[in-house]
């Protein structure tokens, strides 16, 4: 039953009073807000920590962001997609949760966030290889390991992050509790042919000519055998997150793009460079990622644990489940986001949290790497 702020006053301390909804005073910018969010989520407990920070990968200076409220609890790095689309300054909404249960790091890739701000993009440009990228995941989880005291951690890789955790999990399984991967990247053309196809099939539905149009311009897309031209690609995705293959219910990314603002981590300035990182690396990346098979990769020997968006067609997560049916591993487990597409932390943040807790941290449980 809604109760007026005056009765309210009945149940507060002695001395504490509420302002009434006329009377209340919104943020007058950015760094007000930001400020509200940072003092909510501020971690207070005797064993926790909240840092953000430079640490030096592959010869240039990478930035994390290091979260959680209890240092015994294990640690969980998390992987963005892209390449280039960072994590850190939506962090804020979807991961408070997780700190609770682990040490999260959420760190800014080559190329990408702050870590671009921070780096001259014409000497970073030559080293934009998923070789370079795949040996600074070998340092940054070998640097965390080190730097927390743990034989083990967690690697969550979402999008184009978990083609990095999947090599992660197979050439290093010794260093990992588990690997959590979400929007499973596995056979990238099979991925982007079934995303085209979605999108036509909701355009023919709809009755839309230029939607119609545009995918049949670029038709027979993502064929064995043709180049992936990023222009093609941009006008499939148009299309598919049009049709909330990219976000469930929705038709675009832009609560998510607006969410960055208020991202305490990110100063005004990293703000301005932020999405120049994000094009910085996928014109340089994002094709020769999607033309990579990685369902080729079944074996392994440490945990899997894969979180699936049923709407998802940015990564297809039917070509997913197929490549899990495949996978051999110690323990795995595919967990279902019945009301998500491609970004389940953001658009299921409280399955996203559960699941992660009942399906990952036990095998932290079962080593002893859990606070008290």
Known sequence: MFRHPSRLCALLPA??????????AGPDSRADAVKIIADMRRI?????VEETRAVRIGGIDQWISVRGTDLRNPVLLMLHGGPGYVSMPTSWYFQRGWEEYFTVVQWDQRGAGKTYAANDPAKVAPTMTRARMLLDAEEMVAWLRKEFGKDRIFVLGHSWGSSLGIQLARRHPDWLHAYIGLAQITDGMESERRGWQFAMDAARREGNAQAIRDLESIAPYAAPGKPLV???LYLQRKWLARYGGAVYGRTDFDAESAATKLAPEYTDA????????????SSRMLTDVLTQDFSVYTTFD???VIFNGRHDYNVSSSATAEWFAKVKAPSKQLVWFENSAHEMFNEEPGKTLISLVRYARPFAEKAGDVAP
Do not use: N
């Open 15 to 24: 001395g504490l009073s509420i302002a009434t909804p006329a009377g209340a």
């Open 44 to 48: 207070v407990t005797p064993h926790g």
């Open 230 to 232: 990023l222009k093609d």
């Open 270 to 281: 990293d703000l301005k460079t932020m999405w120049e990182g994000t094009d910085f690396s």
């Open 302 to 304: 440490c945990p899997i």
